[in-house]
């Protein structure tokens, strides 16, 4: 489950799950950054000799501490550097950066490192540097006398060696913690675009902005496969189309909300454009329609209409000539490629459409709507833009609020439930569209999917035999018994050709009609009247030119 703080940021959790590709790649570009750093970097090798700063014990005197601190500076300057630098033969400034000293632990163990190009020159130099150093604090040039009342006195612990590997951090160090640093830059960042971000994320932030339920997510849409606005026509099995389902079954009269005037009256409305108020307002019509349902959809978005696009319709009269009683109904609701769905395209003159968009007239047409249709769903333009859908929602029976997570923002989203209750309608549902595909919900779908096949090639037509022909044909088959042996009916050619039986396809058409519809557009009489009539042609699975005219003529008003 989903959890939210109080200022309705994400959980940690959820932010994981659903930024974790920032984090990947966060993670991949310090692992990236690390590793340019370690191969641009120039190698250097350091190797280092140890000295042990004691006291010199002399009679009849007291030891002095050795100052640790003191003794880390004169290693690194002075005549230390001077000796080195000769016994090397080497300039003491330049020798000077590529020396260092500490104290190892609590003991008085001071470090003489010395870092060079190569191996054998870090051994050289740390050990001419710890010589140096023991021959300056020992005072190995003064008398034996200087020597004996010297206060400190220094020994070689660990002689210099050779380095294995170069200096500084190698790649089992520096590769890790660019990935470290990366994942902490990438959870940064990830929360600060979480708390600057004012976008809705989820269904629990819709209801908090609505102050009202979210019945429906419905998922992404590529438009690689077909137009979001028709998801029922290319992919009637996808997670989007069985949402539109879920969500005409929330939406049906009973759960919900019922018109006591007849069919019930849906506004599909949203705070700004291209959140999905079309594609909504397509489907849940589609959808209704494939349920049983009788719908009219009005295209009530007069500066942007798409509906007449998106179904493909022909139109002469529009909403804004029903408006203005030019055109009845009949003649405004076209019909749609889907059976029982009719469109009110936003024909005429958009600006008098706009005008005329007033409660009055909208109640007069609303009521004949009502009469006609169980479910009468209108897409409205943007609330906060164009004041048409507050004047559609006094007219309604419901508003279902579209809100994209990619595109609405929080104080949209409440900013049109405050206005659509201000005119006095209180019933707000919200639907979150254009949600994240779930790895179920995908892994369904191309399980589910149908697999497009082919259409199959029909079987040719044998040639059609002169109708005057026919009775100077010999029958056919074997001795003129026919292929079917003596004594068993002859098949007719449509039988044979498959042309008696109308296809799938054909029926959808219109085609394929039965045999008395046949006969009364031969001529409106049965077969037996015709036989009486003398007509006692075989049937050679031909029409006649009347039977041809006639069977484009009905297929053509279907």
């Known amino acids: 489950m989903q959890r939210r703080d109080r200022i309705g940021g994400l959980t940690e959790m959820t932010l994981l799950r659903r930024h974790g590709l920032w984090l990947v790649l966060a993670t991949i570009a310090g692992i990236v950054g690390a590793m340019l750093m370690y191969t641009s970097r120039s190698i250097t090798y350091s190797s280092t000799a140890q000295v042990d700063v004691e006291a010199h014990v002399v009679a009849n005197t007291t030891p002095v501490t050795p100052n640790m601190t003191t003794e880390t500076q004169v290693a690194t300057s002075g005549v230390v550097v001077t000796s080195t630098a000769h016994?090397?033969?080497?300039?003491?400034?330049?020798?000077?950066?590529?020396?260092?000293?500490?104290?190892?632990?609590?003991?008085?163990?001071?470090s003489i490192t010395c870092t060079m190009p190569t191996r054998p020159a870090a051994q050289r130099c740390a050990t001419a540097a710890a010589a140096a150093y023991i021959a300056f604090r020992n005072m190995a040039s003064a008398n034996k006398t200087a020597q004996a009342h010297d206060p400190l006195q220094a020994t070689l612990v660990t002689a210099a060696s050779?380095?294995?590997?170069?200096?500084?951090?190698?790649?089992?160090?520096l590769l890790p913690l660019g990935a470290i640093l990366g994942l902490l830059v990438g959870v940064g960042a990830m929360i600060l675009r979480d708390r600057a971000d004012d976008r809705v994320r989820d269904r629990a932030d819709v209801e908090r902005c609505l102050e009202a339920p979210v019945i429906a997510e419905v998922p992404r849409v590529s438009r690689r496969g077909g137009s979001p606005a028709n998801v029922f026509s290319w992919a009637p099995q996808s997670p989007?189309?069985?949402?539109?389902?879920?969500?005409?079954?929330?939406?049906?009269?009973?759960?919900?909300?019922?018109?006591?005037?007849?069919g019930m009256v849906l506004l599909v409305a949203?705070?700004?454009?291209?959140?999905?108020r079309t594609s909504v307002a397509a489907n849940l019509a589609t959808a209704f329609a494939r349920g049983g349902d009788t719908v009219i959809l009005v295209d009530a978005d007069t500066r942007r209409p798409s509906l007449s696009r998106v179904f493909g319709a022909r139109y002469e009269h529009g909403l804004g000539d029903l408006l203005a009683g030019r055109a009845s109904l009949d003649e405004a609701a076209v019909p749609t490629e889907v059976p029982g769905l009719r469109l009110v395209a936003a024909a005429g003159d958009n600006a008098q459409t706009q005008d005329m968009l007033e409660v009055t007239r909208l109640e007069q047409v609303l009521v004949r709507m009502r009469a006609a249709a169980d479910v009468i769903i209108i897409d409205s333009a943007p609330v906060l833009e164009v004041s048409d859908a507050l004047t559609l929602a006094r007219v309604s029976d419901l508003v279902v609020v579209v809100a994209d997570p990619r595109r609405t923002r929080r104080g949209d989203a409440s900013s049109v439930a405050q206005q659509i209750r201000a005119v006095g309608l209180g019933t707000i549902v919200g639907v979150l569209n254009g949600t994240p595909w779930s790895p179920w919900s995908r892994t369904l779908w191309r399980r589910t999917r149908p697999k497009f096949s082919p259409r199959p090639t029909p079987a040719p037509v044998a040639p059609a035999v002169p109708e005057s022909m026919v009775t100077l044909l010999p029958p056919g088959g074997p001795n003129g018994q026919g292929e079917n042996g003596p004594g068993e009916a002859k098949k007719t050619t449509d039988e044979q050709n498959g042309e008696g039986r109308p296809t799938a396809r054909q029926q959808e058409n219109g085609e394929g009609q039965p045999a008395a519809r046949q006969q009364q557009n031969?001529?409106?009489?049965?077969?037996?009247?015709?036989?009486?009539?003398?007509?006692?042609?075989?049937?050679?699975?031909?029409?006649t030119g009347n039977q041809r005219r006639s069977g484009h003529d009905d297929e053509a008003g279907e």
Request: hydrophobic share 30%; net charge positive; proline share 10%.
């Open 270 to 276: 949203g705070a700004r454009g291209l959140e999905g």
């Open 240 to 262: 989007a189309a069985e949402a539109y389902r879920y969500l005409r079954a929330r939406l049906d009269p009973p759960p919900l909300v019922a018109s006591k005037e007849g």
């Open 162 to 173: 050779a380095p294995g590997s170069p200096a500084g951090l190698g790649k089992k160090i």
């Open 522 to 543: 031969a001529g409106g009489q049965p077969a037996a009247r015709q036989q009486q009539n003398g007509d006692r042609r075989p049937d050679t699975g031909r029409r």
């Open 87 to 110: 016994a090397l033969r080497l300039n003491p400034p330049q020798l000077q950066s590529h020396l260092s000293a500490k104290v190892s632990g609590t003991a008085n163990i001071l």
